[in-house]
């Protein structure tokens, strides 16, 4: 077991972490290479491939699609000698009403945001069980548990993240791989930009509605995922550690 008083929590750990290539996956990538740890970037961005180092391999690949989390498995045994960490970040949000949104926009949302985190969790938890150790964090959201207007099918995705941690970390807990997830609230990130423009700016304000008066930075909720996938948080197991502002224990 690593000192779990070291600031280097990962330091010498292998981790995968999806939706590297900007926001809050890129912050948690580079925390853990700043932090000792070797990293396979995933993302279907190109943009990834800029961040390649001696400790960090990008992998170009698209969550949903069968056999990237394979391939992303073996990059990392290859690479580096073995899987400890996934970290399941990947994530997508439409934001319009039920009845303007088509079958191809929810099956979208659901496909990156809830099954490419089963298919990437399936993958390492087999890589991670021959050596009964591991740690899988997922990227859930305030939005697992509170409803917002506009946004059911990342609601519904964010509520399938919270469930699956939940029952998989069931199934790894008694072979030693723990699985939390992270429930962030809003993060000044571009994840709106594909249907709005002021989407940093979007999220800055909405964030004022949380006790703390503001939203998070990337690397707040980079720092939580590293301290989830270390054995600081060895006794953590099936939780949903809420990172909002402390949005999820107000009544608005």
């Not at 180092?53 to 698209?62: N, Y």
């Not at 303007?100 to 087999?126: C, H």
């Not at 690397?219 to 809420?242: C, K, N, Q, Y």
């Amino acid at each position: 077991m690593a000192d779990i008083n070291s600031p280097d929590e990962v330091l010498g750990k292998v981790a995968i972490v999806t939706g590297a290539a900007s926001g809050i996956g890129r912050a948690i990538a580079e925390l853990f290479v700043e932090r000792g740890a070797h990293v396979v970037a995933v993302d279907q961005n190109t943009a990834v491939e800029g961040m390649a180092s001696d400790s960090l391999v990008p992998l170009v690949a698209d969550v949903t699609v069968d056999g990237s989390a394979e391939k992303a498995v073996a990059t990392a045994i290859e690479r580096f000698g073995r899987l400890d960490i996934l970290v399941n970040n990947a994530g997508y949000i439409n934001y319009q009403p039920v009845i303007e949104t088509t079958r191809e926009e929810w099956e979208k949302v659901m496909a990156i945001n809830a099954t490419g985190y089963f298919l990437f969790s399936r993958e390492a938890a087999k890589a991670m069980l021959p050596n009964k150790q591991g740690a899988i964090v997922n990227l859930a959201s305030y939005a697992s548990f509170f409803a917002f207007k506009d946004i059911a099918p990342y609601a519904a995705s964010k509520g399938a993240v919270a469930q699956l941690t939940r029952a998989l970390a069931l199934e790894m807990a008694p072979h030693g791989i723990r699985v939390n997830a992270v429930g962030s609230g809003d993060v000044v990130t571009n994840l709106l930009h594909t249907f709005r423009d002021d989407g940093r700016e979007f999220l800055t304000e909405h964030g004022k509605a949380a006790p703390i008066g503001r939203s998070a930075e990337p690397r707040e909720i980079a720092e939580t995922v590293a301290f989830l996938a270390s054995d600081r948080a060895s006794f953590v197991v099936g939780s949903i550690f809420m990172v909002d502002g402390g949005f999820s224990v107000q009544i608005a």
